[in-house]
């Protein structure tokens, strides 16, 4: 095929994608370039998704008059001096010179902008190559608006998330802004409505803006050389790494898994098996000891010496975590449902009887002529969650005698917007309160009354969560919370759980894909003990019987 040199338009059209894919990107370049301008009040206003306006509005230093022309200019800035050594010595957010002019290139950008000291303001208009430079009266800073994105470009418009979804993305990406630079100012709006305001705090503040004061009294404060920030208490983790949140010299990074494994590794046997805590590091390194280029968002950043910094990250949670007494309370154990009185719908669980119990944990159970190992905690999980499953609709919701009023991340509250009118179907209510609260009203009558610690809160942020059905979400983290744990198992327990688990419909994992039971046939263990003429044992299923033989 023939190489050849696109016209200007054209490259300029599959360019302007290098930085501005999506709103986010506008958002996340306008608010770098605040920051970098040293303003210590940021306010970000998106509607319509970010498809309709953005507009970012900082009090930084501004743009003198005399070089307000060159902003949307392409590769025009000045935050990296015009030589090649400069890339190597990044100390800004932004340095490409290709955020105002992405965003002209795919909307209509308007800027007004006025250093402190200079009179009067300039006003700068730009739609594709066509600039038009103005003065104008406006208070110190920066205001940045851009409209109709893509609407030049119908088909990546057409390829655009729906507008709640972005909005959540951008939610998202204003509160790892605010947990990484607490003492500034900030306010997030969408569509008029206040979305995470958050005035100037340490990071244990920022984490209260973000997920509530439940979380930020739950947090110990990090501060090291090169390592700031706050780490949460044992008790309080995740079954994802999603809260865990780094920033490299200032800017928030998808974190290498090494740095991930460090923090966890930090907290040694004190953190649980497959879960991950909350933390905000803020990581300092020289310059030139990392490379934010290597990323069109500049969301991931190569360190020179990350082993180094995984081992300062390390070293810090585990310091923090020393400082503190770490005692969490267990929930009680709920009793193993009674099996469903119609039967099993897969049919081919057989009939178990308890040999014993191994460890207070697993029990050994014969059927079918195999040994069967019993994960009790998986088993007891899997039961409560098909009891759960069966009696969510059975009884009308439960009415709270006093609505509780909760602490919503922004997040939640956008996935909130989207997801109400589900959750009020099965049982639970929850009405936006506005500055991040939502008022919890009603709750499904077979989980009001669980003995799980914090339950009105862990119900919401279940069903606010990340996950694709949040219905199963919140059975699934309720039916394991007061599962029995390694250590309260008895032969009595151990009936209860074998019984129960034989009505399951699944009974072959629990909700979160584990398996509740091993089979061990005699067949198998006659081999390993290398019995010589060992009878034919016949597997549990096999409908023919072979003759049976003496063993040697």
């Given at each position: 095929m023939t190489i050849q040199v696109l016209p200007p338009h054209v490259a300029r059209l599959i360019a302007a994608g290098e930085v501005v894919s999506r709103p986010l990107d506008v958002v996340r370049e306008l608010v770098d370039n605040a920051l970098d301008a040293g303003a210590s009040r940021i306010e970000i206003e998106v509607e319509g998704g970010g498809l309709a306006l953005i507009r970012v509005r900082d009090n930084g230093g501004g743009i003198p008059a005399d070089s307000v022309a060159l902003a949307p200019a392409r590769h025009a800035t000045s935050k990296l001096a015009p030589e090649a050594g400069a890339v190597e010595r990044v100390t800004t957010l932004g340095f490409r010179g290709e955020a105002l002019w992405a965003a002209a290139q795919a909307g209509d950008l308007h800027l007004v902008t006025r250093p402190a000291a200079q009179v009067g303001a300039a006003e700068v208009t730009a739609s594709g190559d066509d600039v038009t430079v103005r003065r104008t009266s406006a208070p110190a800073g920066t205001t940045v608006t851009v409209r109709q994105l893509f609407a030049r470009l119908p088909a990546r418009l057409r390829t655009q998330a729906p507008a709640a979804a972005e909005v959540r993305?951008?939610?998202?990406?204003?509160?790892?802004?605010?947990?990484?630079?607490?003492?500034?100012?900030?306010?997030?709006?969408?569509?008029?409505?206040?979305?995470?305001?958050?005035?100037?705090?340490?990071?244990?503040?920022?984490?209260?803006?973000?997920?509530?004061?439940?979380?930020?009294?739950?947090?110990?404060?990090?501060?090291?050389?090169?390592?700031?920030?706050?780490?949460?208490?044992?008790?309080?983790?995740?079954?994802?790494?999603?809260?865990?949140?780094?920033?490299?010299?200032?800017?928030?990074?998808?974190?290498?898994?090494?740095?991930?494994?460090?923090?966890?590794?930090?907290?040694?046997?004190?953190?649980?098996?497959?879960?991950?805590?909350?933390?905000?590091?803020?990581?300092?390194?020289?310059?030139?000891?990392?490379?934010?280029?290597?990323?069109?968002?500049?969301?991931?950043?190569?360190?020179a010496d990350l082993p180094g910094v995984a081992a300062r990250v390390r070293a810090a949670v585990t310091g923090a975590l020393a400082a503190h007494p770490l005692v969490r309370a267990a929930p009680a154990p709920l009793a193993p449902p009674e099996p469903s009185a119609t039967p099993a719908a897969s049919g081919n669980f057989p009939r178990l009887t308890l040999l014993g119990v191994y460890q207070e944990l697993y029990l050994l159970a014969q059927g079918e002529g195999d040994l069967w190992v019993v994960d009790a905690h998986a088993a007891h999980e899997r039961s409560l969650y098909e009891h759960f499953t069966r009696a969510l609709g059975a009884q009308p919701p439960v009415e709270l005698p006093e609505p509780e009023l909760l602490h919503l991340t922004p997040e939640q509250v956008a996935r909130l917007h989207e997801r109400g009118a589900e959750l009020r179907g099965w049982g639970l209510t929850l009405e936006d309160f506005g500055a991040g609260l939502v008022r919890l009203r009603t709750l499904p009558a077979v989980l009001a009354a669980l003995p799980v610690p914090r339950l009105h809160e862990q119900i919401v942020e279940a069903a606010l969560g990340d996950g694709p059905d949040p219905r199963r979400e919140v059975l699934a983290r309720l039916a394991c919370a007061p599962a029995l744990k390694a250590g309260m198992l008895d032969a009595g327990r151990g009936e209860a759980v074998l019984s129960a688990l034989s009505g399951c419909e699944q009974p072959w994992s629990c909700p979160h894909g584990r398996p509740t039971v091993l089979r061990l046939p005699e067949r198998d263990l006659a081999h390993a003990f290398g019995r010589r003429g060992v009878r034919d044992v016949a597997r549990g299923r096999d409908a023919a019987q072979s003759p049976k033989t003496s063993g040697g």
């Open positions: 993305d951008v939610t998202a990406l204003v509160g790892r802004y605010v947990l990484h630079h607490p003492g500034l100012h900030w306010r997030l709006t969408v569509d008029g409505e206040a979305r995470l305001t958050h005035a100037p705090a340490d990071h244990r503040g920022a984490v209260a803006s973000v997920y509530g004061p439940l979380s930020a009294n739950r947090v110990l404060m990090v501060g090291t050389d090169g390592v700031r920030g706050v780490v949460s208490r044992p008790e309080l983790t995740r079954a994802r790494r999603d809260r865990m949140h780094f920033s490299v010299n200032g800017r928030p990074v998808l974190a290498p898994p090494e740095l991930e494994r460090a923090v966890i590794d930090g907290f040694a046997e004190l953190l649980p098996s497959g879960v991950a805590p909350l933390c905000v590091l803020d990581l300092t390194v020289p310059p030139e000891d990392h490379n934010p280029n290597v990323h069109p968002a500049k969301q991931v950043v190569a360190l």
